[in-house]
């Protein structure tokens, strides 16, 4: 096997309605999923809607109210954290300021009983993988805020737990090293094949770097999908707006022939990929990037609109339009001249890729 791999195998997480209570609170609300081996499922949602209270009930930090937890197929649901074999790499870091790196490593497994010698052979190894080779004897206070991280990380991994979770693991880190600290989170993950539950309040991030993602709201569950699937077909507006900056417009649903729909908005007609269920006045979710502007009068039969806002950002130009089905927010990538505000343009839009009908609530 790999040097570093977890001699054990990752183990899958399911969740069967489980429901959380603080007193009157329902901080999670019969919320039932799988999380399979080797994968890295994201819970994502606002603050308050119940992501961190999930995460902490996996790691048997809280216990359920009700539902059923299991592990590896063991039901865990009654189990202390000690007996979970779960990891978790808190926002904190939560690293002791007065013991070394390596010391900090080799404190889980010397708890577990380890001797000194195999926890520092243990702790070096998880060490060396993750980069931090030769400050094993600094204090945590002597490290950037990255390698604290990595070494909060290298002290889950040394448990080789069949399940390694992450509370916000970045919201500690400024944005250039967030990028990068969280492909390398993801990257370890992938190459240790390690089941990863993962909470974040932030819609790229989650992007980045899952395979599925929970999106929650309000303690349930919004949906869970791919994250190409969540941006692809928002379940409600909840989500079509949290992720990827929707514009919600409404419109009218004139025919449906197989997959495709026939929607009208304003005076436009559009064919759209038809997969939920709707009818009569239906919600859309376009993405800024599926508008097109054309400095041309808007021709008959097309959406007339004129820019009021321009922003210059490299890759992209955003622009605020004004039209008569409202506001829209377009982004629009490649070296084009931005267009001036006051310009009229007729708009479009990309109908089979980044306009979805959202279905009726
Ligand atoms: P954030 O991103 O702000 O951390 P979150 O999505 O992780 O939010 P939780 O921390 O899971 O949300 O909290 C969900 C709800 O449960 C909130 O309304 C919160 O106030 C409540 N809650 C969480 N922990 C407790 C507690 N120990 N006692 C009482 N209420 C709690």
New binding site residues.
């Given amino acids: 096997s790999r040097p570093g791999a977890s001699k054990k195998q990752a183990a899958s997480v399911q969740f069967r309605n489980v429901t959380?209570r603080?007193?009157n609170?329902?901080?999670?609300d019969d919320v039932s999923f799988t999380i399979e081996p080797g994968q890295l499922v994201t819970?994502l949602?606002?603050?308050?809607?119940?992501?961190?209270?999930?995460?902490?009930m996996i790691a048997g930090l809280?216990m359920a109210s009700e539902g059923q937890i299991l592990i590896g197929g063991r039901d865990v649901t009654n189990l202390s954290a000690a007996d979970r074999d779960v990891s978790m790499v808190f926002q904190s870091y939560a690293l002791f300021p007065h013991m070394s790196v390596l010391e900090n490593v080799a404190y889980g497994p010397s708890v577990q009983g380890a001797s000194k010698k195999d926890a520092y052979e243990m702790a070096m190894e998880k060490l060396s993988l993750i980069g931090l080779k030769g400050l094993e004897k600094r204090a945590p206070s002597e490290l950037s805020g990255g390698q604290q991280q990595r070494v909060a990380v290298a002290r889950a991994l040394v448990l080789e737990p069949q399940v390694l979770l992450f509370?916000?693991p970045l919201s500690n880190l400024d944005a250039k090293l967030r990028r990068r600290v969280r492909e390398d989170i993801r990257e370890l993950q992938q190459s240790l094949n390690l089941t990863v539950a993962y909470?974040t309040?932030d819609q790229e991030e989650a992007l980045a770097v899952s395979d599925h993602i929970i999106v929650?709201s309000n303690?349930r569950i919004a949906q869970t999908g791919t994250p190409r699937e969540l941006y692809e077909e928002p379940a409600d507006l909840f989500v079509a707006d949290f992720i990827g900056d929707a514009n919600i417009i409404s419109g009218d649903l004139v025919s449906v022939s197989g997959p495709t729909a026939q929607v009208k908005i304003g005076n436009v007609s559009l064919l759209l990929p038809h997969r939920n269920a709707g009818h009569g006045t239906v919600k859309l979710a376009v993405r800024p990037d599926a508008i097109f502007l054309d400095e041309n009068a808007a021709a008959p039969g097309a959406l007339a609109g004129t820019v009021r806002k321009a922003s210059y950002l490299g890759t992209q130009v955003e622009y605020e339009v004004d039209s008569a089905i409202g506001e829209l927010f377009v982004v629009q990538y490649g070296r084009k001249e931005p267009i001036a505000p006051g310009t009229p343009v007729s708009i479009s839009f990309a109908e089979q890729r980044g306009v979805a009908i959202v279905p009726n609530a």
């Fill in positions: 959380k603080y007193g609170v329902t901080a999670v819970l949602g606002p603050s308050g809607c119940g992501k961190t209270t999930t995460l902490r809280e509370d916000e909470v309040h929650m303690a």
